[in-house]
Every structure is written in structure tokens, then in C-alpha cells.
């Protein structure tokens, strides 16, 4: 097949764009960073909001991307406990034992990013700690599998395998995405799946792999707020997200950690 099928509507980027979008996701990392020690017992979501994108802004260039997308109010998707995502900052207070995911994206200089944490308050319970732990590993094996050659189902197979193996659900209603010239570009990438299924990854792809991971039910419903998403069976979910971008030589994460 000629190469202009294979990689239609993957929306690739140049070496320069994906330099712009590193410096953004470094941005966005050090948001993470810097928001980290004021998720504590006490502290408001709509809070946490205002710290984020007071940080963002105050780098030159860059935007909190969430802000007014599709008409969503807040800078941050922040949810709590039984939230899978797109809380909407506001008066809730976190206590002891929650957990609290923090979803950011920026913009900077024209091209985006997006990453996600769940971060736990105070002392959190063994399920939950393994919840966690288990979803951030899940990501690992996502970003693993994203490399040249491989197909979109490589990456959720890999993530399933994680997940399912240590007795947790993965969400199937929410998908990951391609980013960089938008927040969401069309490509979608499944925290499930097939090895060698789907599109085939190519250099110059940017994508943000973000497994939802459930302690119950992998079932979703959204709230009456029209966003919110939350389990259907009430049970805690976390969430990890990583921009990286497809290269020659491996996966680059484009988001990492401070
Ligand atoms: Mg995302």
C-alpha cells in the first residue's frame, strides 16, 4: 500500500512540532508538579483549579487547553473517588483516604498536550493503593508497545493485560486520542484490544494513551452535570495519562513526570 494510506488522517508531526510540544508538556509536568503538595485534606477542587491555571499562565505562551473546550468551565478535569473523569472543579472538599485525579492539557505556542494524574490524600486503603499502582503500570506497558511497527492494538492489549491480570476492569466507553494540532485528534487508541489490530504507528505520531482503570464494574454513566463521569456501581477509578510521540527510536513521553 502506498504510504499516503497507511498514515492518513494520523495528522503527523515534524521534528520542530514535536520539539514545541515537549516544551508545553514540560510546562504541563511542572503544573503537575507544582499543584502535587496542595492535594491534602481540605482543599477544594475548584482550588486546585485556580493553581493550576494560575501556573500555567504564568508561563509565557501557554494556556490551560481544558478552559472553555466544548464549553467545559474549568482549567483542570478533576475527580474524585468513584469519578472516572471530567469533574468539574468546584466546592468539593477532599478528605483523608480519597483519591483525586488532576487531568491537564496545554496549550503552548499553537500545539497541545494532555496528561493525567491520580494522586492519593493522606493514607489511602490497600485496594485503592494497588488500584493505583496497577493503572500507572498499565500506562508504562501502553507507552512500551507504542513504538514503530506495532498497531493501535498493541498498545490496549498491553494495557488490558495489566489491568485484567491484577482482577481490575478497564473503562471501554472512554478511549484514548491522537493530540498535538488539537486537543482531540481523530485517531483513537483503545485501552483494550488486539496485538496487531488497528492502525499502524508510525514516526511522527503523537497520541495521549490514558487507561481508566475500575476496582468494579467497567461500566460509566454521566452525571446529570452533562460531564462527570462516574462509575456505575460506585466503586473507586483511577487514571493515568501520558503524551508521547511516536519516533525511530522508541516512544518519547512528551509529559514526563518532575
Ligand atoms: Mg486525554
Same mark, same amino acid.
Given at each position: 500500500m502506498p504510504i499516503g494510506s497507511l498514515t492518513s488522517g494520523l495528522q503527523l508531526k515534524s521534528a520542530r512540532e514535536i520539539e514545541t510540544m515537549a516544551r508545553g508538556g514540560a510546562i504541563l509536568a511542572a503544573t503537575h508538579a507544582h499543584v502535587k503538595p496542595f492535594v491534602r485534606a481540605g482543599v477544594t477542587t475548584g482550588e486546585l483549579d485556580t493553581i493550576v491555571e494560575d501556573f500555567i499562565r504564568s508561563h509565557a505562551g501557554a494556556e490551560p487547553a481544558f478552559k472553555g473546550l466544548y464549553g467545559f468551565p474549568g482549567s483542570a478535569c478533576i475527580s474524585v473517588? %468513584? %469519578? /472516572? /473523569?471530567?469533574g468539574i472543579p468546584g466546592p468539593r472538599a477532599l478528605h483523608d483516604g480519597d483519591i483525586v485525579t488532576i487531568d491537564i492539557g496545554v496549550k503552548f505556542e499553537g500545539m497541545f498536550t494532555d496528561a493525567a494524574i491520580t494522586h492519593p490524600v493522606g493514607e489511602i486503603d490497600e485496594v485503592t493503593k494497588r488500584l493505583l499502582e496497577v493503572t500507572e503500570r498499565s500506562l508504562a506497558a501502553g507507552i512500551e508497545a507504542a513504538v514503530p511497527d506495532n498497531h493501535v492494538g498493541d498498545i490496549g492489549a498491553a494495557i488490558q493485560g495489566v489491568v485484567e491480570t491484577a482482577g481490575f476492569a478497564i473503562v471501554r466507553e472512554l478511549v484514548g486520542h491522537g493530540v498535538g494540532f488539537a486537543l482531540h485528534e481523530e485517531i483513537q487508541i483503545p485501552n483494550y484490544g488486539k496485538p496487531k489490530r488497528g492502525k499502524k504507528l508510525v514516526p511522527g505520531l503523537t497520541i495521549a494513551i490514558e487507561p481508566m482503570v475500575n476496582v468494579g464494574t467497567a461500566k460509566t454513566r454521566t452525571l446529570a452535570d452533562k460531564w462527570t463521569v462516574v462509575t456505575l456501581d460506585g466503586k473507586r477509578s483511577a487514571h493515568f495519562e501520558h503524551t508521547i510521540a511516536i519516533t525511530e527510536d522508541g516512544p518519547r513521553i512528551l509529559t514526563p513526570r518532575q
Open positions: 473517588n %468513584e %469519578e /472516572v /473523569v471530567h
